[in-house]
């Protein structure tokens, strides 16, 4: 009978690849698995290429260990082939684990997790873009995919920065589009619903509710409800960003009070916040707008049509 291994996806730039060996090594000899088989990722494809090469070897696990482009782009090759996966959070986002409330900095418990953990089910949405020449392309996603502001931060924010600087590294993006207040014109459809016209600042698509630095943006996203949730970001100038600022803190501080969580349901509607949700967003652009997945950028687009797979993605928590 052939033992069951582990395959291990790394960034090899943004793990500390000694201390992980030792402990997948621990995880091997403490419960009779072979030896785990490591893929290194490419510069190019944030993983993808490592991620079907581990497939193909028929692992019990895969085991992703990098930053949110990383997990996104092995969570695209593993999603739907029934092969659990299991988060080794590194990088500065980590935004999957975040929301998730999985351990960050804790190797053996992570690693552990891989071998020993119980599975959940989680949704994974789907991104079918198309350019303004007419050119198609599709992505999976697990966290959010953002036109706008969140698009912008992703373009020019450069990977050093981030590393060294964490959320700070997007004070800049932020300040500088929020001077400019720049609204875009889309037309909209959620489910099959009329379609609709609006303009904004920026648009996320959520499959998870909270951003970079923890901001909670979106209360009601849940990752495994078989749901997507749009947030529409159209403030009026610099008052509206202080009023939308403002609901972010409250929203934030209400997932840790009670007070909190009173004071934010009896806040009032903010018009320059839009939330709708549904199983199928579809989006049409008068003017390409660069747009992002899970933080990192995918050019420019003119449409974009964005669906749930409810429960495609297997992943590895700790054991009950």
């Not at 793990?15 to 091997?28: F, I, K």
């Not at 932020?174 to 875009?184: G, K, T």
């Not at 992002?292 to 700790?318: K, M, W």
Request: glycine fraction near 10%; hydrophobic fraction near 45%.
């Amino acid at each position: 009978m052939q033992t069951k291994h582990a395959a291990v996806v790394y960034n090899p730039l943004k793990t500390p690849l000694d201390r992980v060996r030792r402990a997948v090594e621990a995880q091997e000899r403490a419960h009779g698995w072979a030896p785990s088989r490591w893929y290194e990722t490419g510069s190019e494809d944030f993983g993808a290429d490592a991620a079907e090469q581990a497939l193909a070897d028929g692992p019990a696990v895969v085991i992703v260990s990098g930053g949110d482009g990383t997990v996104r782009a092995v969570a695209e090759a593993v999603s739907g082939r029934g092969t659990p996966l299991a988060l080794l959070p590194a990088g500065t986002g980590n935004l999957l684990a975040r929301n998730l409330e999985m351990p960050l900095n804790d190797i053996d418990r992570a690693v552990a997790a891989a071998f020993t953990g119980t599975t959940r089910a989680i949704d994974v949405a789907v991104a079918e873009l198309e350019d303004d020449e007419k050119r198609r392309r599709s992505h999976v996603f697990v966290v959010m995919a953002g036109i706008g502001l969140d698009a912008e931060m992703a373009e020019n924010t450069s990977s050093v920065a981030k590393k060294h600087l964490g959320w700070l590294a997007y004070v800049t993006p932020i300040a500088r589009s929020v001077i400019a207040n720049r609204l875009f014109h889309l037309d909209y459809r959620v489910d099959g619903g009329h379609t609709r016209s609006a303009r904004a600042h920026t648009v996320i698509v959520g499959n998870c509710g909270t951003l970079t630095g923890n901001m909670l943006l979106i209360p009601a996203a849940k990752v495994d409800d078989g749901l997507l949730d749009v947030v529409m970001l159209r403030p009026k100038g610099r008052f509206g960003w202080a009023r939308i600022g403002t609901r972010l803190t409250l929203q934030g501080m209400a997932r840790r009070s009670r007070f909190s969580r009173k004071m934010l349901r009896l806040a009032p509607d903010l018009q320059a916040l839009g939330y709708a949700q549904g199983r199928r967003f579809d989006a049409r652009f008068e003017t390409p707008h660069t747009i992002e997945l899970d933080g990192d950028g995918f050019g420019l687009v003119t449409r974009a049509r964005i669906t749930v797979r409810p429960g495609a993605l297997l992943l590895c928590v700790d054991a009950a």
